[in-house]
């Protein structure tokens, strides 16, 4: 037999390395190698045509080269690593040498896709990579409509945590994608030099990267290769990461249908991160693909490699089929329990048994983000985010002095003034001297006969009066009070308020209840104030008719808009708000002339304020079930994802918002609990303030940098909209899941 037949060619070598190859091809040639050592070398020297790896190269020249993690434990030292060298560009197209916008400075790298360059953009001086695809590709449909996709997905994408696209163009025969110059370093670059990361700061990281699925999710998209050298940590930005090589997404039809890319079986992503489905074929690959290499991404942070290490793409593609990692606290003491339980959960095999959306990740990994971390100086690297100050305007505690001050100057609270007690004198010295009774002389029938003084035969009488007033005056009160206080208020641009009394309930949920989080630390907490709920989230209706726009994603004029084609919104919740964008309507709405002339005044509920109303007010029954309705969720109970809870069936569900009061309310005739949006909270966000907390009107911890949203949303599963998950953000991000409701503030010296 010829060699042509007995050894596979170059291309289906470099195929296998890349793990491109269908898995009856790469079973073969996996055969092939175990007795080919000529064959295995070739597969080894095989290099990746990967975006990220000329991306991440841009960096000053004779800069180190990143490692890649592909095979953890044979990347070489940092010391051993060739410098990056300066390029000449006797190459680049005449087109784009004389391209008017950029100035090619060097080239980084090249490969079957094309040559990648770093440049500088001419006007506004900023450093830049310009991607160009090969001409020699050009008379090649696949991979011309392969670049222009990529071009196309990466236009979409505008995230704090992704790589920017600046530009796309074809300039004469060439095509080129400019893309945001990446300082940093590689997360697999941080890892080869520190090793396994702390662990608030790979929570850290990755609800990152969660948060940037997210972005890529909602516009149809999915990344294929998320892996630490695909996630660089941005230098001075107190823990930013960005993902890299959103190139090699794929779009995603409103159908699911795939694009037609991978129809072959193509393997796309890296074998140590790669979903078992995606191995299978790369046309399954949805964003819960992603999600396991998040996972997988996770697992490396914590542990310093993989979950699976084995000496072959497919043995470590068949490990993630059929093997189970190492549990982490069985490699480090510190990663709690609940936080494997996550990890265990991104890791399934089976898709639905993962989290199904980059929120549900975000979410889960945030409780682990530890309040108070700062940047190490010793180690440089950046950490979890820490707990700030608020911004100017957001503080909602007022400063302990000035509440000290206040209270000193209450009327009747006025603290007895110590008598000052001089150097040396006797600690006696200022009692009053009392004078001695008179004493009668022994023997007399008077002297042994005490008579009652006047208010000791007056004073059980006086009691009775005082206590029989008390009582008059109480029941006159809360009559007047239950006469003066509707249980319904509609203010003047039509918002309906429902009367939530004072009472007492347990905030948090139980240790038994399904999917609870550790931050859920169960207590219980008195509303010693009543106040008026919004019966309904703020709707698109009347947040414009305040703020004089309408930012709602699902609206006529948003981005979502084909969503909700020929359908009224008005009535809908208003979304994509920030934190602050909702205290600015409360200000806003509480100085409208009519509501400032009757004293009326909204805010953002308080967490305890939010779950007490959930809960049914005064109400409340222990034990309290997650959800108004009780134990379980389903799609006709409220707007959330097909992912139901406790015993409920799966129901379609709407994929968006709908219109408030569309399902069932609580006992207190509040709508929307569960489920819509995501309701924005007053309080700012830490893990342990449940357990440390006022039992009578907590208000949150007095700083911090993430805010509460509660209720969950059309894009979480039932689990995510129980009353008492606690879900985190940043208060300046935005985005088509969030919304609010107002509290109106009871003034009991004006009458309503």
């Known amino acids: 037999m010829s060699d042509a037949v007995s050894h596979p060619t170059p291309q289906e070598l470099a195929d296998f390395g890349l793990g491109k190859l269908p898995q009856h091809a790469a079973a073969a040639i996996a055969a092939h190698l175990q007795s080919c050592p000529k064959c295995l070398k070739a597969v080894a020297d095989v290099t990746p045509d990967s975006f990220l790896d000329k991306v991440r190269a841009a960096g000053p020249a004779g800069s180190s080269f990143p490692p890649s993690l592909a095979q953890p434990g044979h990347a070489p030292k940092s010391g051993e690593r060739p410098a990056i060298p300066v390029v000449t560009c006797p190459d680049v197209p005449p087109e784009l040498a004389r391209h008017p916008k950029y100035l090619i400075l060097r080239e980084l790298n090249r490969g079957g896709m094309g040559v990648v360059y770093q440049a500088r953009h001419k006007e506004m001086g900023r450093q830049i990579v310009i991607k160009v695809i090969n001409r020699a590709l050009l008379d090649r449909p696949d991979s011309l409509d392969r670049f222009r996709r990529e071009i196309q997905a990466a236009a979409q994408l505008s995230h704090p945590n992704i790589v920017t696209a600046h530009d796309a163009e074809q300039v004469g025969d060439t ?82 249908a795939t694009t037609g890319l991978t129809e072959s079986g193509a393997y796309m992503g890296t074998p140590d991160y790669c979903a078992p489905e995606q191995a299978e074929d790369a046309s399954k690959a949805d964003i819960r693909a992603d999600l396991y290499s998040l996972g997988c991404t996770l697992y490396c942070l914590l542990a310093g490699h993989p979950p699976f290490q084995e000496d072959t793409a497919m043995k470590t593609a068949l490990a993630h089929m059929q093997k189970e990692p190492q549990p982490l606290p069985e490699l480090r003491k510190d990663v709690p329990a609940s936080l494997w339980q996550v990890v265990k959960r991104l890791l399934a095999k089976d898709p639905a048994q993962r989290y199904q959306t980059p929120n549900e990740v975000f979410q889960a990994l945030s409780v682990f983000v530890k309040a108070g971390a700062r940047p190490n100086a010793k180690t440089g690297v950046a950490p979890a985010p820490s707990v700030g100050l608020p911004t100017k305007g957001t503080k909602i505690i007022a400063d302990k002095k000035q509440v000290k001050k206040i209270l000193r100057e209450v009327p009747g609270k006025t603290p007895p003034k110590k008598a000052p007690v001089q150097d040396g004198a006797s600690p006696f010295e200022n009692l009053v001297a009392t004078p001695a009774l008179p004493r009668k002389a022994k023997g007399t029938r008077e002297s042994r006969k005490r008579v009652p003084a006047l208010w000791s035969r007056l004073w059980p009488m006086l009691a009775a009066a005082g206590i029989l007033l008390i009582v008059f005056l109480g029941v006159w009160l809360s009559s007047r009070f239950k006469e003066e206080t509707p249980k319904t208020i509609t203010n003047s641009i039509g918002m309906k308020f429902v009367f939530v009394g004072r009472g007492t309930f347990l905030m948090g949920s139980p240790e038994n209840e399904h999917l609870r989080y550790p931050d859920e630390f169960q207590h219980e907490v008195e509303i010693t104030r009543p106040f008026y709920m919004g019966a309904y989230e703020v709707t698109q209706e009347q947040y414009e008719r305040v703020m004089g726009q309408n930012p709602s994603w699902f609206a006529s004029s948003g981005e979502g808009k084909d969503k909700v084609q020929g359908i009224d919104t008005s009535q809908f919740p208003v979304e994509t708000v920030s934190w602050k964008d909702t205290v600015e309507f409360c200000r806003r709405l509480s100085k409208l002339p009519e509501e400032k002339s009757i004293g009326r005044a909204y805010r953002l509920p308080t967490e305890a304020e939010w779950e007490y109303s959930c809960r049914g007010g005064r109400l409340f029954k222990n034990p309290s079930p997650p959800f108004h309705f009780g134990n379980s969720l389903s799609s006709t109970q409220a707007n959330f994802n097909n992912s139901p809870l406790g015993d409920a069936s799966k129901e379609p569900d709407l994929h968006r918002t709908t219109k408030v009061g569309s399902y069932s309310p609580n006992s207190l005739g509040l709508y929307d609990l569960h489920g819509n949006v995501s309701e924005w909270c007053a309080d700012w966000f830490d893990a342990k303030y449940y357990e440390r907390s006022p039992r009578q009107n907590p208000q949150g911890p007095e700083n911090g940098e993430l805010r509460v949203l509660r209720g969950g949303s059309w894009d979480y599963g039932g689990g995510y909209c129980r009353a008492a998950i606690r879900l985190v953000l940043p208060p300046s991000v935005r985005h088509n899941d969030n919304g609010f409701r107002v509290v109106l503030v009871i003034d009991v010296r004006k009458k309503d």
Not at 199 to 224: D, F, I, K
């Open 175 to 256: 095509h080129i994608l400019v893309m945001e110059f990446v300082p940093g370093q590689s997360l697999a670059e941080v890892l080869e030099k520190k090793g396994p990361l702390p662990v608030t700061h790979a929570c850290h990281y990755m609800s990152q990267v969660a948060l940037g699925l997210r972005h890529a999710h909602e516009r149809g998209m999915v990344h294929r290769d998320i892996k630490p050298s695909n996630v660089i940590l941005m230098p001075g930005s107190r823990g930013q990461v960005k993902i890299l090589d959103f190139g090699l997404a794929k779009i995603i039809s409103e159908h699911g």
